[in-house]
């Protein structure tokens, strides 16, 4: 057999050989993903409040890391939420309305719905809690949670990735690998 008629053959026998080997993640596009802004809750408050201005700039932080560390290793693709920005304030806050953020993530055309909030506890501790739910069913795929011992920046930010890498991506999403 001459070496021209063999090299297609091993061409086409080493990318079978590569497509099985490579995880199926790798060749799926990703899924995309309405992320929503993190809220404030306040238990300590009856009614609740709004957060104050140095707690909404620290929820925006921690917004920002979860996009990042969401969409950095390509695991979701960030789907703009201001269409339905109208919807997001009127069922606000999200972590109580009993699912709505997937209904709002479907009409986005969303996979995904990633929602979460930050609970003021008593001083310098917050709780944040971080649920990803599936935008078609409303079921929660994964959810974390970390407790913030200290007011600053860096410890939200870093309570934010903490989540994230240890709760949220861990292993793969249900059904989504």
């Excluded at 979701?76 to 806050?93: C, F, G, H, L, N």
Aim: hydrophobic content about 45%; some cysteine.
């Amino acid at each position: 057999m001459r070496a021209t008629t063999l090299r297609p053959a091993l061409l086409s026998a080493s990318l079978a050989l590569a497509c099985t080997l490579l995880p199926a993640a790798a060749l799926a596009a990703p899924d995309k993903a309405a992320i929503f802004g993190v809220e404030f809750s306040d238990p300590g408050v009856v009614g609740g409040r709004k957060a104050q201005p140095e707690e909404a700039r620290r929820l925006e932080l921690v917004t920002q890391e979860l996009r990042k560390a969401l969409t950095t290793n390509g695991t979701v693709e960030v789907v703009d939420v201001a269409p339905q920005s109208a919807e997001i304030a009127k069922q606000a806050p999200l972590y109580k309305c009993e699912g709505c953020a997937a209904t709002i993530a479907r009409a986005l055309g969303a996979d995904l719905a990633v929602n979460g909030f930050v609970e003021r506890g008593s001083g310098q501790l917050f709780n944040l809690y971080v649920t990803i739910s599936d935008a078609a069913t409303g079921k929660v795929l994964r959810n974390g949670q970390a407790v913030i011992r200290a007011d600053t920046d860096d410890t939200w930010a870093h309570a934010m990735r903490w989540v994230v890498k240890n709760r949220l991506l861990a292993e793969p999403l249900p059904n989504r690998s």
